[in-house]
């Protein structure tokens, strides 16, 4: 069953927050890197550079303070460091995970490859993942921050599997890596933490495995602590209402994409966890008006009460261009404001949350 | 005496050098895949390809040389999505897989291409060149897979569609150079078989590409085991040599069960290494599990057992491609 979000939501509403209604604003963790950044990642693999490894670590740090503050700076409730650090979602974890390795990238489609990784023996927990970038986003943050950690199903199914009978028993083992690696966070002060699992979306049929990984992941770990689920692009009435058993605080989902199409899924039966839904598209290059993202949050009261109610874009912006992902993010917080003030001044019905009042 | 031919229905993932260099020419999008006029420096990269792909063959020791199908930028829907009556449409998933191509949307009579004919004359020039004692296998999608594939925007009719493919498919067959073996990629009679009583109409479509040429063929079947009516027919009625069986996926009983019970063709091609996971299987356990097939069946002997992964290999990183090339090959020398 659901975890208990109504005990950990609170410490997310900031001090000087002006209205009574709250509806977290958060992002779902990717954003674009500076060009300068990816200059310096092929700098540093450049034989005839002077540049070298801690030249880079210099650079990520200054583009991940640099990017928490562009997230403070549009207004966001809870940041994230934009993953500036991060290559991609899977490689970034197995690099640092015992037990995989890499041969070369595959194919995709077209010219676009993926340096899809194999276990070639079980998996184990080495050196902490992302409690160094956790502590370092942290320190330069004033508002809360939040850690995006890629779920064991997409761990384990986007990887060639050699070692483990099933890939279902690599995911479990991978899910007590995750765990573990989740209480060290919480230790560093973490209290936010998203675990992303799109491959869930390309075979829901495996929805209980997912169910049994997450138990892993919270397994010890308090309530205080917010744990949401990322999944996007799916058909999402084949995983409700099972989502619903996840032990989970908030589930988080890109509906913006395919125009809220599947909301009427999520209304029977009552959904359980705290919704974060996806007000901004993640793949167009035009910044939604203020106006269009109020109604799209609108979309949301149909399935959930605004204190269960969390606002992100689709997913990850990392592929748009910057200032159309600052845009965005800008624009989304202060449809946010807008739509809680007119939520404290009754303007809005929440039995009906689209009609015009 | 059977025959042991190690060999491959190709699609070979790119050389990553290639990778690199193709996509500086061609770029990432949609509208950059290949549309069958690439300029000379793109054909230029191909041909570099096809020379390390069969080298790579001639290399591990194959029986049967593959062109390697390195320009199918959209795998086993090539021959469409290159064709002056298909438009490409949207990106679509490939099967169960993490992979993606051009949904294609056939708008008009699909005429003579050439395309596939061209690489294979280019493939046995370098085959010949190559000295060693191997022929030419030539790959196409099964009529079946092909329209399942694709979207008719102009036949109207299911069966209509899958004749007019068979047609386009054995008129293409029809301008390929000599070749030993022709490899009818068919995964979708798996994934998604006809429905009961439209068997026929699938094997039809097949007996004509079939009929189109007097090499061996083989329909590759794979991602699973057949259903056991579908089987019967595919055996009776496809005017393939052999049948490409699938004995990684899938669960390996149902397909020992059909041959038990329904017969074979007279070759047969096992899918025996695994075109999607990376650990490189032993040439011994390989030769054992054909013991091991051979020893379930009833029969006295095939002519030819193929020894085949049970996919296309482009899922793989390039030097775990290579590998599986040699676990073949050493695999038909264990059997020797």
Known sequence: MARNPSANREQFRPNDHPNDAFLLSTVVGSYPKPKWLNRADELVSDPDSKFDESDLAEAHDDACRLITHEHERSGLDTVVDGEMRRNEMVEFFADRIDGYEFNGPVKVWGHNYFDKPSVVEEVEYDEPWLVDEFEFTSNVAEKPVKVPITGPYTLGFWAFNEAYPSTEDLVYDLADLVNEEVEKLVEAGARYIQIDEPALATTPEDHAIVGEALERIVSGIDEEVRIGLHVCYGDYSRIYPEINDYPIDEFDVELCNGDFEQIPTFTDPEFEPDLALGVVDAHTAEIEPVEEIKANIRQGLRVVPPEKLTISPDCGLKLLPREIAYGKTENMVTAVREVEAEIDAGEIDLDNPLADD | ?336
């Open chain 2, 1 to 336: 005496m059977t025959e042991r031919v190690a060999a491959t229905p190709g699609l070979y993932p790119l050389p990553d050098w290639a990778k690199e260099t193709l996509s500086d020419l061609k770029g990432h999008q949609k509208g950059d895949l290949l549309s069958g006029d690439e300029s000379e420096a793109i054909v230029e990269q191909y041909d570099e390809v096809r020379a390390e792909y069969v080298d790579d063959q001639l290399d591990a020791g194959l029986d049967l040389i593959s062109e390697g199908q390195g320009r199918w930028d959209d795998m086993i829907a090539h021959p469409l999505t290159v064709h002056d009556g298909v438009e490409t449409g949207g990106i679509v998933r490939y099967y169960d897989n993490n992979n993606f191509y051009r949904d294609p949307r056939v708008v008009d009579d699909l005429g003579f291409s050439g395309d596939v004919a061209r690489e294979l004359e280019s493939a046995r020039d370098l085959v010949a060149g190559g000295a060693a004692d191997a022929s030419l296998a030539a790959t196409l999608p099964g009529p079946y897979s092909l329209a399942a594939l694709a979207t008719d925007e102009h036949y109207g009719d299911e069966a209509e569609f899958q004749a007019a493919i068979a047609e386009f498919l054995a008129d293409e067959v029809e301008a390929f150079p000599a070749h030993d073996t022709l490899f009818l990629l068919e995964p979708s009679l798996v994934t998604e078989p006809p429905a009961e009583g439209d068997e026929s109409t699938a094997t039809d479509a097949i007996a004509t590409v079939a009929d189109a040429t007097d090499a061996d063929v083989v329909v590759q079947t794979y991602y699973g085991a057949l259903g056991e009516k579908l089987y019967a027919h595919l055996v009776d009625e496809a005017g393939a040599d052999a049948l490409g069986l699938d004995l990684v996926a899938g669960d390996r009983d149902d397909t020992v069960y059909n041959v038990q019970e329904f017969g074979s063709t007279d070759s047969l091609s096992l899918g025996l290494v695994d075109g999607q996971n990376t650990l490189v299987e032993e040439a011994e356990t390989i030769a054992e599990r054909v013991e091991w097939f051979e020893s379930q069946i009833p029969a006295e002997g095939f002519d030819r057992t193929y020894l085949t992964p049970n996919t296309e290999l482009f899922y793989l990183p390039a030097n775990k491609y290579r590998e599986k090339l040699s676990a073949l090959a050493a695999a038909a020398e264990v059997l020797e």
